[in-house]
């Protein structure tokens, strides 16, 4: 017992390793403040190509969409980091993580959007339009905000889904949260910091991982 | 013409492709492996869960919840560091693959657990009564009643969540698993070409085009009714 707790919750060590895992949070925070709007916005995009009325768009942006999901991030974020230089683009951690969790987080975001149109019935834009809306304001005022309100608890899992994503930056060395922590483990051959750094990520999501349980199951039933 | 040939010789470069295809190849028998045993392990596991919690024995319930919430909140990568470096300090020493195996299908188990419980719960009171009493047992409702048509409900999330999940076993390279990537990573550091990796970028595209595709079928099929 004694030696689980000296391994796992050193306080020592804990407060130690404690302002090297804040800045790892501080830089877990700027990922997700990047990562995520870019993916909000990429994923309408690849929504809205993946139901335009030609069908070379739409093919495409399937196509993309269904490529994107099938590798996965760490593939695809070290084909970007270790891979491109070979091309002469020598991206920059962060530059690497922003394109490869951009393209992956883009994807999933566009796949809930398009069932979240696709629930939206064909005559509510046929109504609005014989109000005299233009078709981007029926998409704007009329579909998307009743598209968002019906997959809004996909959209928050996908949220969560991108937070617990940016934990594979550390392999491309961006001192994220992760990193951080498994740096202080890898000085003091402790594994508290890893503890302290799971509990922050649990902090963060828990919260949020509860709402997405509540929000669903309003939903089913 | 000489960029063309000049990106041929960076990601597609023949030699290396004959030179490192065997090793690329065995990454894809371990993937292939390690998917498989996560999603037999990890539905049943989480359908075993979701059963137990149908008996609604609150203690029981309040543990399984506790699981689920802390393997759906954790990132993979986070439990993966903490199970390979923290067990053998209390004298536990599992092989890495192992490592993998065990907490992919507890974060899959987690997943599921969520979905069949959903699932269990939209199905009407009155499916249960009207089982009830025409005899059936509580079991007996359950098996042959309430989980036939819970499951039906459940295939179009639980299979995109368990293509998520079973991609997470390219994880596997940091904690030096002799999967794809890792194979690709090293065959790359090797050849001092970047083919290597457009290799086990394709693997894995070939692997999983095909389920995504799968995916996306069944949940046009089995679509979930919103009102």
């Known amino acids: 017992m004694e030696a689980i707790r000296q391994q796992f919750f050193n306080l020592a060590i804990?407060?130690?390793?404690?302002?090297?895992?804040?800045?790892?949070?501080?830089?877990?925070?700027?990922?997700c403040l990047i990562v995520i709007p870019l993916g909000l916005a990429g994923g309408l995009a690849f929504a809205l190509s993946s139901l335009s009325r030609f069908r070379t768009v739409r093919w495409t942006a399937i196509a993309g969409i269904d490529f994107f999901r099938a590798i996965p991030p760490l593939v695809l974020l070290i084909f970007?980091?270790?891979?491109?230089?070979?091309?002469?683009?020598r991206p920059s951690p962060m530059t690497a993580v922003a394109i490869a969790f951009f393209l992956n987080t883009s994807s999933y975001y566009g796949e809930i959007y398009r069932a979240g149109i696709e629930s939206v019935g064909l005559g509510q834009w046929d109504a609005a339009r014989s109000t005299g809306?233009?078709?981007?304001q029926t998409l704007i005022y009329v579909v998307l905000p009743q598209a968002v309100r019906n997959v809004l608890p996909d959209l928050v899992s996908n949220?969560?889904?991108?937070?617990?994503?940016?934990?594979?930056?550390?392999?491309?060395?961006?001192?994220?949260?992760?990193?951080s922590a498994d740096m202080a483990r890898s000085v003091t051959f402790n594994?508290?910091?890893?503890?302290?750094?799971?509990?922050?990520?649990?902090?963060?999501?828990?919260?949020?991982?509860?709402?997405?349980s509540r929000l669903e199951r309003r939903i089913a039933t | 013409m000489e960029g063309w040939s000049r990106f041929l010789d960076t990601f597609f470069n023949w030699m290396v492709i004959e030179r490192y295809l065997p090793a690329i190849m065995k990454g894809v028998v371990v993937t292939i492996e390690i998917a498989a045993a996560v999603v037999v392990a990890g539905i049943l596991f989480g359908l075993a869960l979701a059963i137990v919690r149908a008996f609604r024995v609150l203690a029981v319930n309040a543990l399984i919840v506790v699981f689920v919430d802390v393997f759906r909140a954790l990132p993979p990568l986070v439990l993966i560091l903490l199970v390979y470096f923290a067990l053998p300090n209390i004298g536990i020493n599992l092989p890495s693959f192992a490592v993998l195996w065990l907490v992919l299908a507890l974060v899959l188990a987690a997943f599921?657990?969520?979905i069949f419980w959903a699932g269990i719960l939209s199905i009407p009171k009155g499916q249960w009564e009207a089982a009830r009493s025409t005899g059936l047992s509580f079991l007996g409702t359950l098996a042959y009643i309430v989980l036939p048509q819970a499951i039906r409900l459940t295939v179009p999330?639980?299979?995109?969540?368990?293509?998520?999940?079973?991609?997470?076993?390219a994880l596997g390279m940091v904690i030096g698993v002799g999967e794809i990537l890792n194979q690709a990573t090293t065959a790359q550091s090797f050849s001092g070409n970047a083919t290597p990796l457009m290799m086990g970028a394709i693997a894995y595209v070939i692997l999983f085009i095909p389920v995504v595709v799968l995916g996306r079928f069944l949940e046009t099929r089995f679509a979930w009714r919103r009102v």
């Open chain 2, 112 to 114: 599921a657990e969520e």
């Open chain 2, 157 to 169: 999330p639980l299979t995109n969540r368990t293509i998520a999940i079973t991609k997470n076993t």
């Open chain 1, 14 to 31: 804990m407060e130690q390793a404690f302002p090297l895992i804040l800045a790892g949070l501080k830089q877990t925070i700027i990922i």
């Open chain 1, 133 to 136: 809306l233009r078709g981007y």
């Open chain 1, 80 to 89: 970007i980091y270790a891979g491109l230089p070979f091309a002469g683009f």
């Open chain 1, 191 to 212: 594994s508290s910091p890893i503890v302290l750094a799971a509990a922050i990520y649990l902090a963060m999501l828990w919260p949020v991982v509860r709402l997405i």
């Open chain 1, 159 to 179: 949220t969560v889904e991108v937070v617990k994503l940016t934990s594979i930056a550390s392999v491309v060395a961006l001192p994220e949260l992760l990193y």
